[in-house]
């Protein structure tokens, strides 16, 4: 399950993990105009661990998602295998 918000400065996305036991924390996606930051709440150490990744990582992320193993080059809109 997921919810999307849209606040003042970005939109949020929380990622509610819904499977067997055991569960993982929610992911939270803050989707801002220059970054956008995965949080994750640690239960081990009571903190939140944060990455925070620049639009064109976050577009090399999604086309990644799709490709075999290798390593590519996003030019322009094509894929250039390395």
């Not at 067997?20 to 994750?40: K, R």
């Amino acid at each position: 399950m997921f919810s999307i918000e849209h606040e003042f400065d970005c939109t949020v996305i929380t990622l509610v993990d819904e499977g067997a036991a055991p569960l993982g924390e929610d992911v939270i996606i803050n989707a801002f105009a220059e970054c956008v930051t995965v949080e994750q709440y640690d239960p081990r150490t009571d903190s939140v661990a944060r990455v925070t990744l620049s639009p064109s990582q976050l577009r090399d992320l999604g086309a990644a998602l799709n490709l075999p193993e290798g390593v590519y080059s996003l030019g322009g809109k094509t894929l250039n295998p390395r």
